[in-house]
């Protein structure tokens, strides 16, 4: 079950494409995923070249 109650940006998050930890920004926007937008751009290429819907 997703706890609600707990702000979802408190988790550490490990980079999807190199897997540095990620800092993530405290407040309003969305959760980081990836060091760079480069690295978001790069990861999405090689899931779609690999057949996934991202
Ligand atoms: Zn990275």
Redesign the pocket.
């Known amino acids: 079950m997703f706890d609600t109650t707990k702000p979802v940006k408190a988790a550490p998050v490990a980079?999807?494409?190199?897997?540095?930890t990620?800092t993530q920004v405290p407040g309003a926007g969305r959760l980081r995923r990836?060091?760079?937008g480069e690295?978001g751009k790069a990861y999405r290429r090689r899931m779609r070249a690999l057949g996934f819907p991202v």
């Open positions: 980079c999807l494409h190199c897997g540095a990620l990836f060091c760079t690295e």
